[in-house]
């Protein structure tokens, strides 16, 4: 085990947090699954994501209501 000095390490633990790109794919199932969110994708059919699309705005103006409750984790 090699010890890596302090801007090294800091380096790497910068990229091993930074936001992983959303990546999409069709799963073998015929659903929408979304990767990059969290540690498991997002799955969702055509019709329940086109719900969710639909529904943007009113989950906007929610978040913007309640913006002081949620918690951040980017």
Do not use: C, W
Not at 6 to 29: F, H, M, R, Y
Not at 41 to 61: F, K
């Amino acid at each position: 085990m090699t010890i890596l000095p302090n801007l090294e390490l800091e380096a790497q633990l910068a990229l091993a947090n930074k936001p992983k790109a959303i990546t999409l794919k069709v799963s073998e199932k015929g659903a929408l699954s979304i990767y990059g969110l969290g540690r498991f994708p997002v799955t969702l059919y055509r019709g329940q994501m086109e719900r969710l699309i639909a529904s943007v705005p009113h989950i906007q103006a929610f978040i913007s209501t309640n913006s002081a409750l949620f918690a951040t984790k980017d």
